[in-house]
């Protein structure tokens, strides 16, 4: 049990923490939204004209009392899930924002997720079990290349090559001509301008894991009590399933726990040359604009996926094995 | 090897998945291409891409006071378009507007125009949106009803098919921003409670076209046969879609996907028109001039005969060539843009060229002259001997500027003078600015038509950049004279009445050097010819393609 309420504890004292960092940040950075927001409707370095400026401090209101009293009114804004309007989608509320955005991520980016971690999982045990046969160089050594490439680079190649040389998919956005809603024509878009979206996360996300697997994969492979299942006759397929993946699993299920909370930053770019309406790119247009309250919410959206994460993690971990509970209590 | 067969599966899996979508996006891009054939003489549709880089779909809003509208351009419209090149009027839904004095501004408002839902358009509607402006300052873009350029207005009243707007004093400096407001109706908006908030789903304006579908990503704008000048546009239906950088644009309009692209192509020359010269070409329209500014309250530039030496030492040419591809024209000193305003050039030097030539001898002459002497190591010093040196903040990620003031810092230090470029985050260089902590900086100078409210705010002493605001007169130029030519241009209401000042402000530029121009900095159009023809070009530059796109529309015709 205390194990439990001390990974609680630790949860909502980082909370805390990453709520009170979102909020100082923004206040001690340079630049003026409104200021930016007039640059932005006339183009960069361009010349201020006092009216406009006016115009649009008064539009988007300044905050005003003290620091304490604007960090309680942020505090109390965010218990009543409040949390302000955004600038660039200005007048539209923060909230509704991200509810328009947030499903394409998760559309895109949780399913490659997914089915990443599902290929490295399989991919690596496979090496791991086969190593030092040819296919095992191959996965392994193919990884490692492909590793070294990074997902907005692979997204361009391929944009250029199926969007634009073969034409074959639609080269921007989440979709285009269709009404969006349970229609054939929408979902068929959908699909079309997600796949190489998806593609080109699904070429490197999974290589962490296959690697990753692997090794774990390896280690576990060498244990005695492996030698003892081969020893008493068990078919290749256990040993290799029900006992060395098995327990191979355990790292890297605390591993994509972290990394689905992590997951946003990595996307930005790819999202960015699709122009793919998630948060990724949310995430993009509200830094370039200085979208304090939006930029604050998506902080905060991603530290408390990652935080939850992590608690859900180390939770699991607690019942999954009981070594960590008695260890640490 | 069971597990073998296992994977073998998934991944056939896998590749049946990909290939069903392959075929869904197939008939997804049939769907998508068909256009419909035009009728005569008019062109079916054209295609841009969004206007607003919020790419968050199903958030539309039309209102044209907000600051990101889906579309600012085809439906609300203004009183007058007075293009961005040159600065010539177009008469829109006012005919005329005649200054009394320069405290009473009369509008001519023009009868037969209809709202886009059959009522029609009047006097009062112009009126109502003036006066909106003095309940909610948010939307009152143009100063009418503050002290920033000008004195308040007192009152708008709505007299027949007359708008007259009387002010405190003096307020001519504020036409341009009169004459830029978009009008609401007031059937509509008389109901919402606060217009700067309002989210307009279905936007009723005098514009030539009208909202036939969004889906919260394509917006498909449809011709208004009613529209007012309805035999001066071509195009039956616009559609803006998408949101793209460079890459993605060059390749759009190679292949036709988009009619236009405002944004920046690096070389457009050879990315694209090299491609395609039939069908595709660009226009570059000068929108302002980049200048070279030094902290005039710091050493070495508050020597004007520094300034001045240095001016005459600047490779304008190779600054073009490796900033923007050679595409813009060495900007004259005069701060105005030459050729486009070239009536406005007061007499003393129309036909004079007031480009300064790049000639390092007379520059290293100029600064002998003013004390700055060469030491033995080729290093000038400042004329009491101590060391002379030019700090350089460029603005890091701005490649044209970081490409110029290489060139700057080549040219300055070629001359002795000992240069150094400091590239940091544009956010920190704002900041130098507006602490007044820089030594040399580049900007912008607008080359707007209201000449007081551009040129004349950069030589103005009242706009020093505050700690919150950049305003204009970056490098602090301070001349009580020119503060008080630059009142009294801002007081004149007609063109002749404000070149002798115009004059003055030129003179200023010209013999002070409060800033040094380098190149004109552009408004960008790349444009496809084989839908429509008509964009402004350099051999026709009637407008700039970017920021006049209402004026463009009404030369658009199919190609011949």
């Known amino acids: ?329 | 090897m069971r597990i073998s067969r296992r994977t073998s599966q998934t991944t056939s899996l896998l590749v049946g998945g990909l290939a069903l979508s392959l075929v869904a996006s197939g008939c997804a891009g049939s769907a998508q291409d068909q256009e419909n054939e035009a009728a005569d003489g008019m062109i079916a549709q054209l295609t841009f891409p969004a206007e607003v880089d919020a790419t968050v779909g199903g958030l539309g809003n039309y209102n044209p006071y907000s600051p990101t509208p889906l579309t600012a351009v085809w439906l609300y419209e203004p009183l007058i378009v007075r293009n961005n090149l040159t600065c010539e009027e177009t008469p829109w839904l006012a005919t005329g507007a005649t200054w009394d004095g320069g405290d009473k501004l009369t509008l001519d408002i023009r009868e037969g125009v209809t709202w886009s839902d059959g009522e029609e358009f009047t006097a009062d509607d112009v009126a109502f949106t003036l006066n909106l402006q003095k309940e909610f300052p948010g939307m009152d873009k143009a100063g009418l009803w503050n002290d920033t350029f000008g004195a308040p207005a007192s009152s708008v009243t709505a007299d027949g098919n007359q708008v007259v707007i009387e002010f405190e004093g003096n307020a001519a400096a504020k036409y341009d921003g009169i004459i830029g407001t978009k009008i609401l109706p007031e059937h509509v908006y008389s109901e919402v409670e606060d217009p700067t908030t309002y989210v307009d789903k279905e936007p009723v304006g005098t514009g030539p076209f009208e909202v036939e579908s969004y889906n919260g990503r394509r917006l498909t704008l449809a011709r208004r046969d009613d529209y007012w000048q309805a035999d001066k546009i071509k195009v039956e239906k616009i559609v803006q879609e998408g949101m793209f950088d460079s890459s993605q644009a060059a390749l759009k309009l190679e292949n036709g996907e988009i009619d236009a692209y405002y944004g920046d192509i690096p070389n457009p020359q050879k990315t694209v028109v090299d491609k395609d010269p039939e069908n595709t070409g660009f226009f570059y329209a000068p929108a302002g001039t980049t200048v070279l500014t030094g902290n005039l309250e710091q050493e070495p530039w508050s020597d004007p005969a520094f300034r001045e030496a240095i001016s005459y030492g600047m490779d304008k040419e190779s600054m073009s060539e490796k900033g923007i591809y050679g595409i813009m024209e060495p900007a004259s000193q005069t701060g105005l843009k030459l050729p486009a305003m070239e009536d406005l050039l007061p007499e003393e030097y129309a036909g004079a060229d007031t480009v300064l030539p790049y000639d390092p001898d007379k520059a290293a002459e100029m600064l002998d002259a003013a004390g700055y002497e060469e030491g033995p190591d080729g290093k000038r010093t400042m004329p009491d001997g101590s060391p002379l040196s030019v700090d350089f903040s460029v603005q890091a990620g701005f490649i044209d500027y970081e490409a110029i003031a290489e060139v700057v810092s080549d040219n300055l230090n070629a001359l002795g003078v000992d240069t150094k470029v400091t590239a940091s985050a544009p956010e920190s260089v704002d900041e130098e600015k507006k602490q007044g902590s820089f030594n040399t900086v580049l900007e912008y100078l607008h080359g707007g038509c209201e000449l007081a409210r551009n040129l004349g705010s950069k030589l103005n002493s009242k706009q020093f950049p505050t700690e919150q605001d950049i305003f204009p007169n970056v490098g602090r130029y301070s001349d009580p004279a020119t503060d008080d030519t630059i009142a009294q241009l801002s007081g004149a209401t007609s063109r002749e009445e404000q070149k002798p000042y115009l004059g003055d402000l030129v003179d200023v530029m010209m013999t002070e050097y409060p800033v040094t121009s380098l190149i004109y900095a552009p408004s960008r159009t790349i444009y496809r010819t084989d839908n429509a023809e008509g964009w402004p070009t350099e051999d026709n530059p009637y407008a700039s393609g970017a920021d006049d796109r209402l004026l463009v529309m009404t030369r658009l015709t199919p190609p011949s």
């Open chain 1, 1 to 329: 049990m205390r194990y439990f309420l001390r990974k609680l504890g630790f949860f909502v004292g980082t909370l805390w923490a990453v709520v009170t960092l979102n909020f100082l940040i923004p206040r001690i950075q340079p630049g003026d939204p409104a200021e930016l927001m007039v640059r932005r409707l006339q183009g960069k370095d361009s010349q201020l004209d006092a009216a406009q400026v006016r115009a649009m401090r008064s539009m988007l209101g300044t905050p005003d009392g003290s620091l304490w009293s604007q960090y309680w009114d942020y505090l109390a804004d965010l218990l009543r899930g409040n949390f302000g309007v955004s600038y660039t989608y200005y007048p539209f509320k923060v909230g509704d924002v991200i509810g328009q955005a947030i499903w394409w991520t998760v559309g895109l980016v949780v399913i490659t997720q997914i089915i990443s971690f599902a290929i490295g999982m399989v991919l690596g045990a496979y090496a791991a079990w086969r190593r030092n046969t040819r296919l095992d160089t191959t996965i392994t050594l193919g990884s490692t290349f492909l590793g070294t490439l990074q997902p907005f680079w692979i997204a361009l190649v391929l944009l250029y090559v199926f969007g634009y040389t073969l034409g074959w998919f639609p080269t921007s956005g989440g979709y285009s001509a269709s009404t969006p809603g349970w229609n054939a024509f929408f979902v068929e878009e959908v699909i079309s301008h997600a796949t190489l979206p998806a593609l080109a996360l699904l070429i490197v996300t999974p290589i962490g894991w296959i690697l990753g697997m692997r090794n774990t994969m390896i280690m576990n492979l060498g244990e005695d009590y492996i030698r003892l299942a081969k020893a008493k006759g068990l078919a290749d397929r256990t040993v290799a399933l029900r006992y060395a993946a098995r327990n191979a699993l355990l790292p890297s299920v605390t591993g994509f726990a972290l990394a689905l909370g992590g997951v946003l930053g990595g996307t930005i770019l790819v999202e960015t040359v699709f122009d793919y309406p998630g948060l990724g790119r949310l995430m993009g247009e509200a830094v370039q604009n200085k979208d304090y309250p939006l930029l604050q919410t998506l902080m905060l959206l991603t530290t408390t996926g990652v935080l939850v994460a992590n608690l859900v993690a180390d939770l699991l971990y607690g019942v999954l094995d009981p070594r960590a509970r008695r260890a640490e209590g």
